[in-house]
């Protein structure tokens, strides 16, 4: 259920019906999606992000390093919401 309530906010996010269709990107509202499946999926997620950033400085590529990694991420730690997590990364890389 927490999936499909994630993937509706992402979508909600993404595509706004009092903005036209035209939202943002939805990683920080993916982010905060994933924050109940665990504190440790979203520090590796953090950390991924912090150190992408400070190698390159495009926090845009942190992003999408992050959420490229966020299925691998959530199956080593709480393999049941793998297939939701790959779905909300699939949405963010294609809407980047």
């Known amino acids: 259920m927490l999936g499909i309530i994630a993937i509706f906010a992402c979508l909600g996010h993404i595509f706004p019906l009092y903005f036209g269709f035209k939202g943002g990107k939805a990683v ?26 400070f190698l390159t400085g495009y926090s845009s ?30 949405l963010i890389i294609l809407r980047h």
């Not at 905060?32 to 992408?52: E, F, K, Q, R």
């Not at 992050?66 to 699939?90: D, E, G, Q, R």
């Open 61 to 90: 590529l942190g992003a999408l390093v992050a959420v490229s990694l966020a299925p691998l991420f959530t199956f080593l730690i709480k393999p049941l919401y793998t297939v939701p997590v790959a779905m909300l990364s699939l």
């Open 28 to 53: 920080a509202t993916a982010f905060g999606a994933m924050l109940p499946i665990g504190l440790d999926l979203a520090g590796l997620l953090v950390l991924s992000w912090v150190v992408v950033v």
